[in-house]
Nanobody
């Protein structure tokens, strides 16, 4: 059974910030690279940031310099700090394993809406 609980989304103005959180099971957290996926309305879900179990992070070009992914091994939680948000960042955000071929289910996600 998938144990992924995302939170922290909301409505912000362009230029604002949000911090997303994702809590999962210890086994998932400790064994996998974890990532944040974004699904804009009517579009496919895509990976925007990931962090390895060793703490190495990677970002798609569109969010580099604005988003920071981190992880807390004590809380089995992955975070996504999002700064200087733009309307194009709007969508449902999900955390999960990376790569997608390792995914067995999805959480409910958290909605981010950025107004211009």
């Amino acid at each position: 059974q998938v144990q992924l609980v995302e939170s922290g989304g909301g409505l912000v103005q362009a230029g604002g910030s949000l911090r997303l959180s994702c809590t999962t099971s210890a086994s998932t957290f400790n064994s996998n690279t974890m990532g944040w996926y974004r699904q804009p309305p009517g579009k496919q879900r895509k990976l925007v940031a990931r962090i390895t179990k060793f703490g190495d992070s990677h970002y798609v070009e569109a969010v580099k310099g604005r988003f920071t992914v981190s992880r807390d091994a004590v809380k089995n939680t992955v975070y996504l700090q999002m700064n200087n948000l733009q309307p194009s960042d709007s969508g449902m955000y999900y955390c999960n394993k990376v790569p997608e071929s390792a995914i067995t289910g999805w959480g409910r996600g958290t909605q981010v809406t950025v107004s211009s």
